[in-house]
């Protein structure tokens, strides 16, 4: 290995997968560097303030900080300080939910003056298949000889770090030396490792989301047919689920979203031959739940013109603050365009357009629950009419 002052260097590392990484591998010893384009949220960072929610972050980013192993900067001459690169790099679907490879072309064109000849790059985010190999190809027809691997981050978002040091780490490459000295940059982390090619870890990647996302929409599935056949779906779900091992991984109804879930399905359809109908099918059910939320208000009462409605949580998910892709939102616009006044709120999300909480107690007509904060189990309802699918305001599933 040629001489460095950084062992490692994290691309996008002030974003929610990134920025942990960094704060995990900086913890265990190693000197890490953050290089991110958002010159705003480095500064933010590099005085000592976590720009998202996440468990134990606040507490461990001033004390890296302060040991002097992690490092900030948005010039990308800081690739050039290290054998090590982990890319973390939103990987988004096209307006025909298909995958996007110009972010890929674009960071190959970023990063390839930078990189040393033998230098490990690790692709960390989730990916449409076979680019890992895209990536290491463009590089050589740049006159890049790099190992290139994916090792795919496996976290819930806000609980990275304990998960990086618990889960294992699947090790995605098509040569030997390059998944040795991946294998030995988690290993740094003291965790165990699991040996696939790059196009298996790929599919592996995709297949646990994709998973997750269709168990969700078979639990929203159940319970659209439990509402429309006018029974009590709290109930039938804790006659499957009793004292039943089998049935205990089915989810309770509620919002599939977020930054990767939807995504991640549409990439898997677009991968296959047949465009993966059950996929296509679990995205319009999760989707569509906030309209059928919408359609069922309509029916209780007539028009909801003339309505204030309260939004308790925008997050995608509980004790979040991150709100890519939530459904809260188009539940919202629904809303609006079915004519009612709409009023927002949630404990952690920064945003202009939400009121405080209550405001929209006070306000509100009817509440709907967006994401089942902590903070609003314990709330005084009034005795206003409340749709709480997720079944955490202590009278069961409510529609």
Request: hydrophobic share 45%; aromatic share 8%; net charge negative.
């Amino acid at each position: 290995m040629t001489d460095q002052d950084l062992d490692l260097v994290v691309l996008g590392g002030g974003g929610h997968v990134g920025l942990p990484l960094a704060l995990a591998f900086a913890d265990s010893g190693w000197k890490v560097g953050i290089y991110d384009i958002d010159r705003q949220k480095i500064e933010r960072i590099g005085q000592g303030e976590m720009p998202f929610r996440e468990h134990g972050a606040d507490e461990l980013l001033p004390k890296v900080l302060a040991s002097g192993r992690l490092v900030l900067d948005s010039d990308p001459a800081m690739m050039e300080r290290t054998d090590r690169l982990i890319v973390v790099i939103g990987t988004p679907v096209d307006e025909f939910l298909g995958p996007s490879m110009t972010i890929f072309e674009h960071t190959v064109a970023e990063i390839a003056p930078h990189l040393r000849d033998g230098a490990l790059l690790i692709l960390r985010s989730t990916v449409y298949p076979g680019t890992t190999e895209y990536v290491a190809q463009r590089l050589a027809e740049r006159g890049r000889s790099v190992d290139v691997a994916f090792c795919p981050e496996r976290i819930a978002e806000g609980y990275a770090l304990q998960e990086l040091r618990t889960l294992p780490q699947i090790i995605g490459a098509d040569a030997d030396a390059g998944a040795a000295r991946a294998t030995e940059v988690f290993a740094h982390l003291g965790i165990k490792t699991i040996r696939t090619t790059s196009r298996e870890a790929e599919l592996a990647k995709l297949f646990t989301n994709t998973w997750r996302y269709m168990k969700f929409a078979v639990a929203n599935q159940f319970f659209m047919i439990a509402d429309q056949a006018g029974v009590d779906y709290g109930n039938v779900l804790r006659a499957i689920r009793e004292d039943y091992p089998r049935a205990r991984d089915l989810p309770g109804p509620g919002f599939a979203a977020g930054p990767c879930l939807f995504k991640d399905t549409m990439q898997l359809a677009a991968f296959t031959i047949d465009h993966f109908p059950m996929g296509q099918a679990a995205m319009q059910v999760n989707e569509g739940l906030p309209s059928y939320i919408v359609s069922a208000l309509q029916r209780r009462y007539g028009t909801l013109r003339g309505k204030t409605i309260g939004i308790l949580g925008m997050a995608f998910k509980a004790e979040s603050d991150d709100t890519r892709a939530s459904l809260s939102f188009k539940l919202r616009k629904l809303l609006a365009w079915a004519g009612a006044r709409v009023v927002c709120t949630d404990p952690y999300v920064r945003d202009h357009r939400l009121v405080p909480v209550d405001q929209v107690l006070a306000d509100s007509e009817i509440l709907i629950l967006g994401a089942p904060h902590q903070a609003y189990r314990s709330l005084d309802i009034g005795g206003k009419d409340v749709i709480d699918i997720w079944g955490v305001l202590g009278d069961g599933i409510r529609l």
